[in-house]
């Protein structure tokens, strides 16, 4: 059984706001991954980290930031809420390249 | 540019037949290819894979067809279940660890 949890599941929040999407797995996996998925479209990876202190851009510009400072906890932030950022955001890890394992996402509204 | 492209937004198939979900791509660097398997509210969980050297994989009532001449792939789930309703992604790898996925088919099963 996967165990990779992200908070909050839902959230509204105010043009500007400062936001932290947490996503935390249990399985000790060092490859960790947010996609941004709209309605109906495919998920487009925005960050990644191959292990502690390792992070990366993916392939759709993201104004958000990443970090990995444990294993375990890769949490993506939003300094200044749009309602351009309003998505899906899901966040996997992997232990080998093709089996990923998905939390159950952030739906985030910003009004 | 779609590198991966599933053309059918959706499909209904009655309770017992086999459905047949389709995925074309376009990058012949592809290594390996997967399908994800997503419900309501939840992530993504990887259903079946299959590597570019082989033009099959089966696994239980799941089957995976390869045709890299046409650059074609499908998943035939016989026989069809009720809790196979959910959206099917189709993706691909090119060893580096990234996926990238399609826009996914939503399948109905009817009763």
């Given at each position: ?15 500007g ?40 851009k993916?392939?759709?510009?993201s ?33 080998n390249p093709?089996e ?8 985030l509204?910003?009004? | 540019?779609?590198q991966v ?5 959706s ?13 074309d ?19 993504p ?8 050297i082989?033009d ?16 074609h ?23 580096d ?15």
């Amino acid at each position: 059984e996967a165990d990779i949890y992200q908070t909050p599941r839902y959230l509204v929040i105010g043009t500007g706001k400062k936001i932290t999407l947490e996503c935390s797995q249990t399985m000790g996996h060092d490859k960790m991954y947010w996609y941004q998925q709209d309605p109906g479209m495919e998920l487009h990876l925005i960050h990644y980290s191959y292990g502690v202190n390792s992070t990366e851009k993916g392939d759709l510009s993201s104004e958000s930031t990443v970090s990995r400072i444990r294993t375990e906890h890769f949490p993506l932030t939003l300094e200044s809420a749009r309602p351009s950022h309003t998505s899906q955001y899901l966040c996997a890890s992997s232990a080998n390249p093709y089996e990923q394992y998905f939390g159950p996402g952030t739906r985030l509204t910003v009004t | 540019d779609q590198q991966v492209k599933q053309n059918s937004p959706s499909l209904s198939v009655q309770e017992g037949r086999i459905s047949i979900l389709n995925c074309d791509y376009t990058n012949s660097m592809f290594d390996y290819f997967l399908w994800y398997k997503k419900y309501p509210a939840e992530g993504p969980t990887f259903l079946i894979s299959i590597s570019s050297i082989k033009d099959k994989n089966e696994d239980g009532r799941f089957t995976v067809f390869l045709n890299k001449s046409a650059k074609h792939l499908s998943l035939h789930i016989v026989p069809s279940q009720p809790g196979d309703s959910a959206v099917y992604f189709c993706a691909a790898s090119y060893g580096d660890d990234k996926i990238i996925f399609g826009k996914g088919t939503r399948l109905h099963i009817l009763p």
